[in-house]
């Protein structure tokens, strides 16, 4: 699969079973609707993201095509203080986070489930590639 962002090659790391599409070239993450249902462990969060129409009324037209369907992702507006969006298809094939941003969108849910992902993404990273 090629990179949403950059168009390079992602590779696929595989981490307590979940496949995680990474950039090497920009740090970027493209998670599929079941890798993401894995990650989080929690379908009301899954379905936060992937069914209901929006989280915030703050949506816009990404440029980024979705690697399933090649349409437009759009873009959501998920920590209206910090400016975070995130990039999600509309036919829930999955979301994409710009370096850092997972991270940062973990932080936004409730602590136990933060600190599981976050665990798992340092085992990913090795805690050095994320920031
Ligand atoms: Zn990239
Ligand atoms: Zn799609």
């Not at 990474?22 to 992937?50: K, N, P, Q, R």
């Not at 090649?70 to 920590?79: I, T």
């Amino acid at each position: 699969m090629d990179c949403v962002n950059c168009r390079e090659p992602m590779i696929v790391l595989e981490v307590d079973q979940v496949e995680i599409d990474y950039c090497l070239e920009c740090g970027g993450i493209w998670l599929d609707s079941g890798e993401l249902g894995i990650l989080l462990d929690d379908d009301d969060i899954v379905a936060e993201f992937l069914e209901k129409p929006v989280m915030t009324n703050h949506v816009r037209e990404s440029e980024r095509l979705c690697p399933e369907c090649e349409k437009n992702l759009n873009e959501l507006l998920v920590d209206p203080d910090n400016g975070i969006y995130i990039d999600r298809c509309a036919d829930r094939h999955g979301l994409f986070f710009d370096r850092g941003e997972l991270k940062q969108v973990i932080g936004l849910f409730r602590t136990e489930t933060s600190k599981k992902v976050a665990s798992l993404l340092k085992d990913i990273f090795r805690g050095d590639k994320i920031d």
